[in-house]
């Protein structure tokens, strides 16, 4: 059975940095896809950033602007999600997820 575990998040102030990390344990072999989803209070679920295993660009939701980047170390099982210039907007709870699997979440908090 696959596990994964969030950690990285907390509250940070608007234009400030964090890094999403999420580690998968269990049968990780027919891993397709690695990524991070979010959620705020009222609103419905988006994808944020994919990576994919069979290679392929990534894939960053519009609201990215370029300010995440999702990166992947295979050897350790490990994503990671590299938050630069956070916007209020930004706040939400992060879902690592592999394939259609997701862990637990990390809550985001960004502040004006």
């Known amino acids: 059975r696959v596990q994964l575990v969030e950690s990285g998040g907390g509250s940070v102030q608007t234009g400030g940095s964090l890094t999403l990390s999420c580690a998968a344990s269990g049968n990780t072999s027919r891993t397709n896809c690695m990524g991070w989803f979010r959620q705020a209070p009222g609103k419905e679920r988006e994808g944020v950033a994919a990576i994919y295993t069979g290679g392929g660009d990534p894939y960053y939701a519009n609201f990215v602007e370029g300010r995440f980047t999702i990166s992947q170390d295979n050897a350790k099982d490990m994503v990671y999600l590299q938050m630069n210039s956070l916007k209020t907007e930004d706040t939400g709870m992060y879902y690592c997820?592999?394939?259609?699997?997701r862990g637990q979440g990390t809550q985001v908090t960004v502040s004006s």
């Open positions: 997820r592999l394939n259609t699997l």
